[in-house]
């Protein structure tokens, strides 16, 4: 009797504190703010297809010029919403520090957003290749493909892989670097450097560099930053471009940055960097570089496009002048950005359906096209758009970066194993800049590695 | 012997006033941090940035604060708490339960379970992370505090600190108990409970304190703007292009100082708590 | 009978290795096992639901070649352990992770425990100020001291380099300099704990032995080595395993500041799996080196239990 009423009340009392555990449970879900609840239907491939009524998308963008602004996305949004009544939308901005671990884990934990906005690096190298992106042939319409292998084929070229659209673009680029105007002035410096066309040779940089070493007037000439993998384009397009070397093969098969042109670029470097000419930092990456820049530390900085310069214009008390990476034969290179639009396949048609609207409005809709490629600073990749800035009070920011769109290089950003050559690019600019290890040997490093990791 | 003592006290003064100037040396390294994350979170750009340090801000401004809470810095705040009590609640509640019997009761399994949870002890949860977002997955709590606070609860060091602490009731008290009829759960909760207090108060602020800090968790569990932590915040607020230290100090201002007002409010509770909880292991 | 079994339990709780339950009559043994399951099975829910479960799925996916695609996942036996093993990433990171631990528990040990002996038997006031100040990096929170280290740190515009007149010096991007500036911020914020638990500790050493040693003439490092020591060994022992604990998991210090560079001075395993799972995507690989991580860990944690108790 004693007994049975003993264990009775310890039932009663664990299943208490379950009870308590679950009640816990419910009381904080309930207070965990519900904007950010997309765990539920979104990524669930159980989850129904919301039959003709109300459809919820989840868009995820990259901070590609004021895409990664709060009340401009709020905005564009809003519009849209108010034309399409049963859609409404979630956004999330990511940054380049952090995002790629957020959509991995949102890919892993079911998450992953409707629409994400990026580069093919990203939308077709990475997630399309591993099924996870919704084809997008029926965007790439005959005219559309026209239209945008008028301005550059290699554009439709990088969107697709093995026959399928993974992205639809919206926006191009190139990316430079910028001089300190000021400084490059006062210096002297400026003998080096050609106006007109933005360029400059291998052998005027080393002079420049050095007569702003020489000058006093900055704390460091320039900074060759390696402490991450952020805005390693222009480290790439800097290495690349000093003696015409490339960064892949043609048929981006193959990793190529051991060739001699490249390995001799690497030594110059290293001998800059000896003499003081440049300065190398393993603990920096663009951010904090950009910021030494803007700061008037640093004379030069080694990743700029019209976004960077936006994004600072507040900052800087000079003139930021873009220029193109120094070239031994006249004819830089330039990496190029391109950015636009995935779906991630949630297995619901519905929202399938409706984000490609939404990307068709973005990126189609005439009046609203040429909006959204102002937004991203950057200039459309249709034709028929023109220049889209015209008019506008940028018109003269805008003209600056678009002297340098000649430029734009390969794109080889859709070679395989991207996210492993990435980390070891870096590493292995550590390792020559601050490391004391051979060019030749660290960059053969790199391409074993680089290239093993292509599969 | 004796020679070696009259020389210790023949320098003691002079080994205490080394001493105490080591000391308070320490103390402004230890509290400097804390100020230039203050004071920095009130200095434009120009001087964050400027070569010479500016020791106190000159001109200070709000425009950091300005700019921070443009991002919901309020929610981050909120979530760092949400989660933070949450975690702390439901660990105090199970650990407790479970440390007392680890302690007190004889069972088949004892040994081994004690086993698993000293080596489970010191396990880092990026160890186990991907396995459970797959979870997280299943129950549908990814993106959400509740992929951050129920890895916390399961973690076993709380069973451990309860159980050190459960050992130290005399069984006297217990066999007492028993004999005046009382049940398990009422021995429990009026005979137990009462003495494992102190306990329960270390636990709970080395859990609270561990979940706010637990950024690796954070970072992987909670993917929405709106679900992150304020740890989450400050460190996104770095982003790729720019590094902006009078933001993020604004944000590690916010941040920091309501659990450092908290701790110096309450900090005889507090050093209490997490001594008794301890000296007694 | 039942009496019985619980007093001689209760009497010698830790000697009966042999046979917890001697005494103790079946019936007794069953209600005991099944009332002692019961406690424990809230905490156990969580527990087996969020450490064990993951695990052992954690072992499962290590036999695997696993990423983004959950549609290419096949099984590759030991191959992600074969691969680890001729990794030198992977060694790089194993050695920077035993440099942190066996640099970190000692040093955040001992050091606390002089803090600790030194203000222990000062005024109370006194005695709360150093102790809330060594207390103030824990609730700043890692992050935000992380940060702000990031911002001193900076080469050029960073308070450490103006201060010592070294402009350019960068602190972070040095193999020689990098870990250390880590182990540093790790031990600023590891060192608050400690110090509030030795305090106690010694506070609530048995006086009387202490003066009954002084009477006897003994030194005050005898005094110490000999009384005190033993007596605060279980606080020890504490400490030992949240230093541990803590140092094995320093992440936020490594993310934030360095990224596992320069030539990876600052990789450690944790920040390796990490980067493998959430930069390469490749889950298997990941998880192999985290089942070789637990088991480190667990022998790691047995040795040092065995070694506490044995000593006490």
């Known amino acids: 009797m004693k007994k049975s009423k003993r264990i009775l009340a310890l039932l009663l009392g664990a299943s208490m504190s379950l009870g308590l555990a679950a009640c816990g449970g419910g009381g904080g879900t309930t207070t965990t703010p519900a904007p950010g609840n997309s765990n539920t239907p979104a990524a669930n491939e159980s989850s129904t297809p919301s039959a003709g009524g109300n459809v919820e998308l989840t868009i995820w963008t990259y901070p590609i010029g004021k895409f990664g602004d709060y009340d401009t996305m709020q905005g564009l949004i809003d519009e849209y919403t108010a034309a399409n009544p049963g859609v409404s939308i979630k956004f999330e901005l990511l940054d380049y520090t952090n995002g790629d671990t957020q959509v991995t884990s949102a890919i892993t934990s079911g998450t992953a957003p409707d629409i994400i906005m990026e580069g093919p690096e990203r939308l077709v190298t990475n997630w399309g290749a591993n099924n996870l992106m919704v084809d997008l042939s029926d965007l790439w319409t005959e005219e559309a493909t026209a239209d945008i292998a008028a301005t550059s084929q290699a554009v ?81 397009a800097l290495v690349n471009n000093l003696y015409s070397g490339t960064y892949t093969n043609a048929d981006h098969t193959e990793y190529t940055a051991n060739s001699t042109e490249n390995v001799k670029a690497l030594e110059l470097i290293k001998s800059m960097v000896d003499s003081g000419a440049l300065n190398a930092n393993a603990g920096f990456q663009a951010a904090d570089e950009l910021q030494q820049f803007a700061n008037g530390t640093a004379a030069v900085t080694f990743c700029w496009n019209a976004s960077n310069k936006a994004n600072y214009a507040s900052q800087v008390a000079f003139t930021p002048y873009a220029m193109a990476f120094p070239t031994d034969d006249g004819k830089p290179e330039l990496c190029g950005g391109i950015w636009g639009f995935g779906i991630f396949d949630n297995g619901d048609q519905a929202k399938i359906d409706a984000a490609k609207d939404f990307i068709r409005y973005i990126c189609d809709d005439p009046e609203q096209a040429k909006e959204s490629v102002q937004l991203t600073g950057f200039f459309p990749v249709r034709a028929s758009l023109g220049n889209v800035y015209e008019g506008t009070e940028t018109e003269a920011d805008a003209a600056e970066f678009l002297t340098l769109m000649p430029y734009m290089g390969d794109y080889y950003n859709v070679i395989g194993g991207w996210t492993e050559q990435r980390t070891n690019w870096w590493n292995m600019l550590q390792k020559i800049l601050t490391g004391g290890v051979d060019a030749q040997t660290a960059a053969d490093e790199f391409v074993t590695n680089s290239n093993a990791a292509i599969g | 012997m004796n020679h070696a003592k009259s020389k210790l006290s023949g320098t003691s003064t002079g080994y205490k006033a080394i001493t105490v100037v080591i000391l308070i040396l320490l103390a402004i390294f230890f509290i400097f941090p804390l100020y230039w994350i203050v004071t920095g979170s009130f200095k434009d750009a120009m001087t964050i940035n400027a070569r010479v340090p500016q020791w106190f801000p000159l001109n200070p401004t709000l425009e950091n604060y300005a700019k921070l809470f443009k991002n919901p810095a309020g929610q981050w705040l909120l979530n760092t708490v949400i989660m933070a009590v949450g975690a702390l609640v439901l660990t105090c509640l199970t650990a407790a339960l479970a440390g007392y019997a680890l302690a007190k009761k004889r069972f088949y399994g004892r040994a081994l379970l004690f086993t698993i949870i000293i080596c489970a002890m010191a396990l880092p949860k990026q160890v186990i992370v991907i396995p459970l977002l797959r979870e997280m997955k299943i129950l549908h709590l990814a993106d959400t505090l509740w992929a951050v606070i129920l ?85 996104r607020l770095q982003g790729e292009m720019s590094s902006d230290f009078g933001l993020i100090m604004a944000g590690a201002t916010l941040a920091a100082i309501p659990i450092v007002a908290v701790f110096i409010a309450f900090q005889k509770y507090f050093t209490q708590g997490i001594a008794m909880g301890a000296v007694k292991g | 009978m039942a009496q019985n079994a619980v007093a001689t339990a209760g009497k010698k709780p830790r000697k009966e290795k042999k046979s917890q339950f001697s005494g103790m009559s079946k019936a ?56 680890m093993a001729q990794d030198s990433t992977f060694w790089q990171g194993f050695v920077n992770t035993v440099i942190i631990v066996v640099v970190a528990v000692p040093a955040v040990t001992a050091f606390s425990l002089w803090v600790s002996s030194a203000i222990y038997q000062m005024k109370t006031v006194t005695r709360s100020f150093f102790r809330c100040v060594f207390y103030l990096p824990v609730v700043t929170g890692t992050v935000a001291v992380t940060v702000v280290w990031k911002w001193m740190f900076n080469p050029y515009n960073g308070l450490l380099n103006q201060i010592f007149g070294t402009t350019g010096y960068d602190w972070l991007g040095n193999s020689a300099t990098a870990i250390w500036c880590i182990i540093m911020i790790l031990f600023t914020t590891s060192i608050g704990q400690p110090i509030v638990l030795y305090v106690a500790a010694l506070g609530n050493v048995d006086q009387s032995l202490v003066e009954a040693a002084q009477v006897d003439g003994a030194t005050k490092l005898q005094v110490f080595w000999k009384i005190k020591w033993p007596q605060i060994m279980p606080t020890t022992l504490y400490i030992l395993v949240i230093t541990t604990i803590n140092s094995f998991q320093c992440f936020a210090l490594i993310q934030l500041l360095t990224s596992g560079g320069p030539n990876g001075a600052t990789n450690t395993i944790m920040y390796y799996i990490f980067q493998m799972a959430y930069n390469n995507q490749n889950f298997g690989y990941a998880n192999a080196m985290g089942v070789v991580l637990a088991i480190i860990i667990a022998i790691f944690s047995a040795i040092q239990f065995k070694f506490a108790k044995t000593d006490n």
Not at chain 2, 177 to 185: C, N, P, S, T
Not at chain 3, 75 to 82: C, P
Request: glycine share 8%; proline share 4%.
């Open chain 1, 156 to 236: 439709v070229d990088a969107c697709q892989m093995d026959g399928k659209y993974y992205e639809y673009p919206l926006c191009m680029t190139t990316h430079c670097m910028a001089i300190n105007y000021e400084v490059f002035e006062e210096a002297g410096a400026l003998q080096y450097i050609d106006e007109e066309t933005r360029t400059w040779t291998t052998d005027n940089f080393v002079k420049a560099m050095e007569t702003i070493r020489d000058s006093g007037l900055v704390s460091v000439p320039g900074i060759v930053y390696c402490g991450g993998q952020g805005g390693d384009q222009g480290t790439r």
């Open chain 2, 151 to 235: 890895p916390t609860v399961g973690w076993p060091f709380g069973v451990f600190l309860m159980k050190q602490f459960s050992e130290t009731i005399p069984n006297e008290i217990l066999e007492a108990a028993r004999v005046d009829g009382a049940g398990e759960l009422r021995t429990f909760f009026s005979v137990v409970f009462p003495m494992i207090k102190p306990g329960i108060g270390a636990l709970a602020i080395f859990t609270f304190v561990n979940s706010w800090n637990d950024y690796f968790l954070q970072l992987i569990m909670l993917t929405s703007r709106t679900n992150w932590t304020i740890s989450l915040g400050i460190a």
């Open chain 3, 28 to 83: 007794l043994i069953r209600r005991e096992t099944i009332s002692a399951y019961l406690f424990l099975l809230p905490s156990l829910v969580f527990f087996i639901g969020f450490v064990v479960i993951p695990m052992i799925m954690c072992a499962v996916f290590s036999l695997q070649e696993m990423g983004l695609d959950s549609s290419a996942n096949k099984f590759i036996g030991l191959a992600n352990y074969v691969k």
